[in-house]
T-cell receptor
Framework: NAGVTQTPKFRVLKTGQSMTLLCAQDMNHEYMYWYRQDPGMGLRLIHYSVGEGTTAKGEVPDGYNVSRLKKQNFLLGLESAAPSQTSVYFC????????????????FGPGTRLTVL | GENVEQHPSTLSVQEGDSAVIKCTYSDSASNYFPWYKQELGKGPQLIIDIRSNVGEKKDQRIAVTLNKTAKHFSLHITETQPEDSAVYFCAANKGGFQKLVFGTGTRLLVSP
């Protein structure tokens, strides 16, 4: 199993450009998450999904959109990139269990380093 | 909402020493507290976690303690090794187990 993979690994954008970050997981996990990591600020949740076709806002959703058309994929879009979106982006996934059973571990991808000039 | 504070931001120890990282949380409804280790150029990886019905949990050289009354929890690493050098993040759950709020991270450097 590849686990959680992210594409691309690095990207440089100019202000105003758009792009999509792709996250894929082969563990059949229901939950998927997008975080951004900035120096001194830890990991902050952008958006998340509890299943195919569903998305929800996290702590810092402004300027980002997401889609979960297939269970294994979670896309993060930047419609008009800004320098403030320069960051390392991590995707994660988590399994859910039957009633009374919870699987709490989030499995992270290797990250995408995005620079917006 | 939940706020998680983590200290120290950097920690340098000699190989074989112990290391302690502390976190405090604000939401009394939080009941799940994981610790993640992030090595250079990689994504975070869960190393240990604890639920609020337990005061301490150990796994070989690492342990986590939880004080619900004071709303703080700590990571203890004994007999540190150079391969323990990494950034460590604490977290607390928010909204059941759906979401985590992370601390700002501690960079641990273990010198041989």
């Amino acid at each position: 199993n590849a686990g959680v993979t992210q594409t691309p690994k690095f990207r440089v954008l100019k202000t105003g450009q758009s792009m999509t970050l792709l996250c894929a997981q082969d563990m059949n996990h229901e939950y998927m998450y997008w975080y951004r990591q900035d120096p001194g600020m830890g990991l902050r949740l952008i958006h998340y999904s509890v299943g195919e076709g569903t998305t929800a806002k996290g702590e810092v959703p402004d300027g980002y959109n997401v889609s979960r058309l297939k269970k294994q994929n979670f896309l993060l879009g930047l419609e008009s990139a800004a320098p403030s979106q320069t960051s390392v982006y991590f995707c994660a996934s988590r399994k859910t269990g039957a009633v009374g059973i919870s699987y709490n571990e989030q499995f992270f991808g290797p990250g995408t380093r995005l620079t917006v000039l | 909402g939940e706020n998680v504070e983590q200290h120290p931001s950097t920690l340098s120890v000699q190989e074989g020493d112990s290391a302690v990282i502390k976190c405090t949380y604000s939401d009394s409804a939080s009941n799940y507290f994981p610790w993640y280790k992030q090595e250079l150029g990689k994504g975070p990886q869960l190393i240990i976690d604890i639920r609020s019905n337990v005061g301490e949990k150990k796994d070989q050289r690492i342990a986590v303690t939880l004080n619900k009354t004071a709303k703080h929890f700590s990571l203890h690493i004994t007999e540190t090794q150079p391969e323990d050098s990494a950034v460590y993040f604490c977290a607390a759950n928010k909204g059941g187990f759906q979401k985590l709020v992370f601390g700002t991270g501690t960079r641990l450097l273990v010198s041989p």
